[in-house]
């Protein structure tokens, strides 16, 4: 399977809670990095032990912004909306041979860090995000380079 395709599966399976469809997904010896919160998580047991435990894995959409692939390099951004706060991740996966074996994903939720005064008077405040007909074009668009 072409890396585009093994991670957008990933965020599918993730979605549906279906831990057994994840697994074949992750290399054996996967190590994703979470920077933000300074957690490496070594193993694709330990992963799906992470993702999948019960006060983390609650009943959540994901949903996929974008994903875009450039060889064995899949970057996804996704949004986990919940009742009190949204979560958002861009992530970099590295696929090789059809499984995930690496990531690095920054996990955040909008508003959550302050803009710095100094700033104020170069910016305008980000209601909602880019406009879809002026992101950056989905898979679809990507997938056909």
Request: glycine share 4%.
């Amino acid at each position: 399977m072409e890396p585009l395709k093994v991670v957008a599966r990933l965020w599918e399976r993730i979605e549906a809670r279906d831990w057994d469809a994840v697994a074949p997904l992750i290399a054996e010896d996967a190590v994703i990095e979470w920077p933000v919160s300074s957690e490496r998580i070594v193993g694709r047991d330990n992963f799906i032990a992470v993702i999948s435990d019960d006060d983390y894995a609650d009943e959540r959409s994901v949903d996929v912004l974008r994903i875009l692939a450039d060889g064995d390099l899949v970057v996804t951004e996704v949004e986990i909306p919940q009742d009190h706060v949204v979560y958002r991740a861009v992530s970099l996966w590295t696929v090789r041979d059809g499984r995930i074996a690496g990531a690095r994903e920054y996990w955040t939720s909008p508003g959550q860090d302050p803009a710095p005064r100094w700033r104020a008077g170069f910016v305008e405040p980000l209601v909602e995000p880019l406009a879809e007909s002026a992101a950056v074009p989905l898979a679809e668009s990507r997938a056909a380079d």
